[in-house]
């Protein structure tokens, strides 16, 4: 058994706790949380299991990482605190851990990355023994290894399409969906995340990855951007009211340019009540959310996946399928040479072992 900490129990550490309990080589270690409220309660509890798991949440990062853990599930968000999650992310591959997160997006595609983000990880691998492998859904496997299977699929291949379309209303993220993204907000304000160059910084990795995979050269990297404002005021269950005139919804793009042409394209369609922007792709369910990916050519091949978890939900659904990628890299991670890794390294594997397990 490889014992890995779960760091962080918000929508995304929750499913990793779960993950973790549920995977036939890996033992749940240690639970890292920053509230003091939830210092002390158990792992279970804390992610909405029904048996105690006999593993008590704590705040002590150095007595964790001090045990030296073989893995840790980087859970925390990046965010909002970038440097503040490199640097933690650092200290665990420092530490000898193999560490796995969706937390730092530079990283997403390692060969292009910053120096001031690789190289602290390469030097921390080089003194302590660990690795890093990051990757999520969107940006993740919605934008790299899902459209790279489809597109061994066809024949000709004239341009790969990666689609998210998500009704905001069902996240529980009220800080990014308000501020980052800008819901809500006068149609004057400007969201950081939809600032000039922003979505290029998360999302343009995903775009080097299917263009390095695809064999082709890139031009230039171009982003799109469209917003909408609420005809009416709206009202969610989970973060309350945004009011008519405000932005609803947003749709952009960031596309890899091959031959003076838009031919791998990342799109969102994001809208925090589904009356706004009607007119925009929906869900081919009608649904809250899905990821989709299109491949023009011949033929023409569309895939949709639509996921859902903690009651029917498909915000936690993605949640659930991002964790799922990284928790089941663990194991061949461990196994490897220590490194950095990146999509095109770490394969996606069968779930063996773990069909009908509960």
Request: aromatic letters at 4%; hydrophobic letters at 45%; charged letters at 25%.
């Amino acid at each position: 058994m490889i014992p890995t900490v779960v760091w962080g129990t918000g929508n995304v550490g929750r499913a990793a706790v779960r993950a973790v309990e549920a995977h036939p080589e890996l033992s749940l270690a240690a639970v890292l949380v920053h509230s003091p409220e939830k210092v002390g309660r158990d792992a279970g509890e804390l992610a909405g299991l029904p048996g105690v798991l006999g593993v008590a949440a704590t705040d002590d990062v150095e007595a964790v990482l001090a045990a030296r853990p073989r893995a840790v599930v980087y859970a925390a968000s990046g965010d909002l605190r970038p440097d503040e999650a490199l640097a933690d992310v650092v200290g665990a591959v420092r530490s000898g851990a193999v560490v796995v997160t969706p937390a730092l997006y530079p990283l997403y595609d390692q060969r292009g990355a910053p120096p001031e983000f690789r190289d602290p990880v390469l030097a921390a691998v080089a003194e302590g023994g660990g690795s890093l492998f990051v990757s999520g859904v969107d940006p993740g496997w919605g934008n790299d290894v899902l459209p790279l299977l489809v597109s061994g699929l066809g024949s000709t291949v004239d341009a790969i399409r990666c689609q998210e379309i998500f009704d905001y209303s069902t996240y529980d993220q009220e800080d990014s969906v308000r501020h980052l993204i800008g819901m809500g907000h006068p149609m004057e304000y400007e969201p950081p995340m939809l600032a000039p160059s922003v979505p290029t910084m998360v999302w343009g990795g995903q775009i080097r990855l299917m263009a390095r995979a695809l064999d082709v050269r890139l031009d230039a990297i171009r982003e799109t951007l469209d917003r909408r404002a609420l005809d009416a005021t709206v009202r969610t269950r989970t973060m309350g009211e945004f009011a008519a005139g405000t932005q609803g919804a947003v749709r952009f793009e960031v596309q890899g340019i091959v031959g003076g042409e838009p031919r791998i394209v990342v799109e969102h369609v994001t809208r925090i009540h589904a009356s706004c922007a009607p007119d925009w792709p929906v869900p081919p369910d009608g649904g809250d959310g899905a990821h989709r990916v299109i491949v023009e050519g011949r033929p023409r091949i569309e895939v949709t996946v639509e996921a859902t978890d903690e009651d029917e939900n498909r915000s936690a659904g993605g949640n659930a399928t991002a964790v799922g990628r990284l928790v089941n890299a663990v194991d061949w991670l461990v196994d490897a040479d220590p490194g950095l890794y990146d999509a095109l390294d770490v394969p996606l594997r069968p779930a063996a072992g773990r069909l009908g397990r509960k």
